[in-house]
């Protein structure tokens, strides 16, 4: 319980979804403990943060966070993350559509290794300043970006070092 920050409602009843009882993300957080018990190495988890507000997502992320911390492996799929919910994660495996891998390795510290990887590729446009790592990077490695610079990204990511 207190790994997922939740000893404070350890007596708490767990009640009906949006009707009483604890809220999307304590159940969220909840969810985790109980996975938890098992004492798993490594946790996969679809969407944690998805119909979570900013702060909600925050703390789901702190106790994705804490759970990393204690040694295990925590594989999660995420869409439109925030800048700091993407900024948590220490590696990244993109795919494009049809699953095959554009990118695979670490994201580095405010995410200068995808940056660097991705502006590296000649023709993609250089990550304006504050702009969302994450959404850049699917901007710029889209089907779209595929067609306009003539290139494939998996055919790239399987030639790169850091493929290799």
Same mark, same amino acid.
């Given at each position: 319980?207190?790994? =997922? +920050? *939740?000893?404070?409602?350890?007596?708490? $009843?767990?009640?009906?979804?949006?009707? /009483? &009882? !604890?809220?999307?993300?304590?159940?969220?957080?909840?969810?985790?403990? =109980? +996975? *938890?018990?098992?004492?798993?190495?490594? $946790?996969?988890?679809?969407?944690?943060? /998805? &119909? !979570?507000?900013?702060?909600?997502?925050?703390?789901?992320?702190?106790? =994705?966070?804490?759970?990393?911390?204690?040694?295990?492996?925590?594989?999660?799929?995420?869409?439109?993350?925030?800048?700091?919910?993407?900024?948590?994660?220490?590696?990244?495996?993109?795919?494009?559509?049809?699953?095959?891998?554009?990118?695979?390795?670490?994201?580095?510290?405010?995410?200068?290794?995808?940056?660097?990887?991705?502006?590296?590729?000649?023709?993609?446009?250089?990550?304006?300043?504050?702009?969302?790592?994450?959404?850049?990077?699917?901007?710029?490695?889209?089907?779209?970006?595929?067609?306009?610079?003539?290139?494939?990204?998996?055919?790239?990511?399987?030639?790169?070092?850091?493929?290799?």
């Amino acid at each position: 319980m207190d790994l =997922v +920050e *939740l000893d404070n409602l350890k007596d708490a $009843i767990v009640g009906l979804p949006g009707v /009483s &009882g !604890l809220s999307t993300e304590q159940r969220k957080r909840l969810t985790i403990a =109980v +996975e *938890l018990v098992a004492n798993p190495s490594i $946790i996969f988890m679809d969407e944690p943060t /998805s &119909g !979570l507000d900013a702060r909600a997502a925050a703390i789901v992320m702190r106790a =994705v966070r804490n759970t990393v911390d204690t040694g295990r492996t925590v594989v999660c799929t995420i869409h439109q993350p925030s800048i700091d919910i993407f900024e948590s994660f220490d590696e990244l495996l993109l795919m494009k559509r049809g699953g095959q891998v554009i990118y695979g390795g670490p994201l580095g510290k405010q995410s200068h290794k995808i940056v660097e990887y991705f502006e590296a590729i000649p023709g993609v446009p250089k990550i304006k300043e504050k702009y969302n790592p994450a959404t850049w990077m699917l901007e710029a490695s889209s089907n779209a970006a595929e067609i306009r610079l003539g290139m494939d990204f998996a055919e790239y990511y399987r030639s790169s070092a850091l493929f290799r």
